[in-house]
């Protein structure tokens, strides 16, 4: 585990963010009156942290702004001084602190803007001493410096957030179609903007315009930079090139912001817990299923209540991640912790950070990501503290009956079979000690939460609110199936039963089909020096490096010539033969014949089928490696639901609110009434 604070050199690294040179005459002009002074606030932010750190033990508002204060004042010195100043050339005395020449620069409303930064040299190296032994006069001294840096960094923030969004123009979309943009005055800089809450739109117009004609478009976006959208057609194509081309690893790893996000290196880098999702929790679905179905079934008696006459009303979204977090948490760590309602609370806020957090700083400019860097860095910091003190002793337990029993075979305790279990038996075949850090070990299982918690909360709500909406004829339908499928099994969930859930495999998949996490996805980035060459109207063009390519998932799901009566919830299209054409067959058949392909040249597909038609869990082999735990998961969630359940019929299912290129749940009431009923059907 990294120290309280995240290290400096980490914020220096992003140094090579100023090196790029902005296309923009004006851009340019503007950074290189600010690149001097943008490395200045990047050290006086490393000091305020360092600072506001070396504070933390203290309780009193006064005590924390003084450590605010001593960190941005602390930090105004130039880069020539500061490096004197590392070599011992300079060391001048704290009684020589003037601190009038010192204040005023900070706090005088005559000083232009440029001045604000040039304090006296002989001020900036005294007042890093001064400001550590005399906190009273920071405590009375500590508004007025903060108002004055504020402003200062407040204008220097102002600059660099036009200037580079000005500077993300690509040379690219000149010479492709592009959605979004418009004949007005920067007007690449005003797409850019409007994407927060127009890119849903904009991917299904440019589907329409270019996509069906087997052509790339651009995509301006505030969080990725504009973006190239592979048509339909080429999919397989695109990505399938090896990753020495297409990178999809680091990709995704910025896409979640781990530099910032992940407090440890080790978790994020050599994140061998995604292999123990892959394997490990595929293969031990026939322990883990029962154990999941307990899980969940006391999860809905305390979020759904028992009540069989009256209607409880509960928000399907907080109590879905409660749910699905219990379950989950019974096979990644198991007993007592999965029940432990804090924990899961603590461990879903986290996990939220992260994914929300992410999405901030891939929208903040790069010259200024490692600010909101840092914020959600502390974030997440803070919060994975509050997981650790009620998870860390169980972790520390663990570690050491799994010690004692490599040590001693007869050491009597039985190893549970969990992730937590798993992550600690590859921690000791990696051969380094250091992997077996109680906080390193817990990291990875924050991280396993992380990146499946809030996607499999997600899922399962919307199916829940679809089949709310649905034919009553719908839910009749799934209860038979689930009765049926519980009795054949002897009342008790198992991994044969479940995958015998057809009907209620296609209404997950018809869900999800209907309501995609994103309108775009999968993202990639070309990582070949000389880019990669595509075809588009019988030419060819050259993709350049660095370029980000994604797929438009949502406007494929709604494709009439992939999937009849695409806009429709059909929660059995896909126990049909006929569900959904393959791609090329739907455009190629189109062009050609425009005949549909016979009904037996097709074939019913399972939920955790990846194809390029259906995006629900990836596609290709970076497909997502939790899909089948995943959905072993709900199947039985949704089965319970039906069973024990009923739910209030709703007239129209509650709309996911687009931001960016996600679908949301926000501003959106997603309250719904539920009672328990007695499982006639099992009897």
Known sequence: MRSNILPVRRLYNHSCDLALEPRNRWTRKVLRVCRCHLVEARALLADLFHSVQVCMGNDTIEDQRSAVALGCIGAWITPDVREKEARGLINISPNELDTDTLLAPLVSPDKSFSSCFQLSTKSHLTSRYYFIRNTQFVHEMGSGVMLGTATTVGLLLLI??????????????????????????????????????????????????????????????????????????????????PTTVLDVYTTSNNTIQTKWTIWDDEVSENNFQMNLIR???????????????????????????????????????????????????????????????????????????????????????????????????????????????????????????????????????????????????????????????PERVLHRLVFINDISLHSTSYTAQNVILDIACADPSCISALREEGARVLREAGGRWTRQAVSKLVLIDSTIRESMRLTPFNSVGLPRTVIDPHGIWLEREGSKFNVPYGTAVTIPVEPIHYDESIYPDARSFKPFRFSQTDAARDILDAFDDKSQTGEAKSSSQLKTKSSATVDDAF????????????????????????????????????ASKPQMTPVIWLNMPLFTSLKLGVRRREPKELY
Request: glycine share 6%.
């Open 160 to 241: 660099l957030f036009v200037s580079n969004l000005l500077n993300r123009t690509p040379k690219l979309w000149r010479a492709q179609p592009v959605v979004g943009t418009n004949s007005e005055a920067f007007t690449w800089l005003r797409s850019t903007l409007r994407s927060i809450w127009q890119t849903r739109d904009w991917v299904f117009e440019g589907y329409d315009k270019y996509s069906k004609n087997n052509s790339f478009f651009v995509l301006p976006s505030v969080d990725r930079g504009p973006i190239m959208v592979v048509p339909p057609q080429q999919i397989k194509k695109v990505y399938g090139l």
């Open 279 to 437: 394997n490990q929790l595929t293969r031990n679905l026939d322990i883990l299923t029962p154990r999941i179905a307990t899980e969940l079934d006391e999860g809905l008696k305390r979020e759904w209540g028992v009540s069989t006459t009256e209607w409880t009303y509960v928000n399907i979204w907080i109590s879905a991640i409660r749910i699905v977090g219990g379950a989950a948490n019974s096979a990644f760590c198991g007993a007592p912790m999965c029940r432990d309602m804090e924990f899961l609370q603590r461990i879903q806020v986290h996990s939220m950070g992260v994914f929300l957090g992410s999405v901030l700083i891939n929208s903040t400019p790069a010259p200024l990501r490692f600010m909101s860097g840092y914020l959600v860095g502390w974030f997440c910091y803070y919060h994975l503290q509050r997981v650790s003190k009620l998870c860390l002793p169980f972790v520390k337990e663990r570690l050491e009956n799994t010690k004692l029993l490599r040590d001693d075979p007869t050491h009597p305790w039985c190893p549970p079979k969990d992730g937590l279990q798993w992550i600690i038996e590859e921690c000791y075949a990696t051969g380094d000690p250091a992997q077996l850090k």
């Open 615 to 650: 995006l629900g869990f990836g596609f290709g082999k970076h497909a997502c490696p939790g899909r089948f735990f995943a959905l072993n998961e709900i199947k039985i969630f949704i089965a319970m639901i039906v069973l024990h359940y009923d739910l209030e019929p709703l």
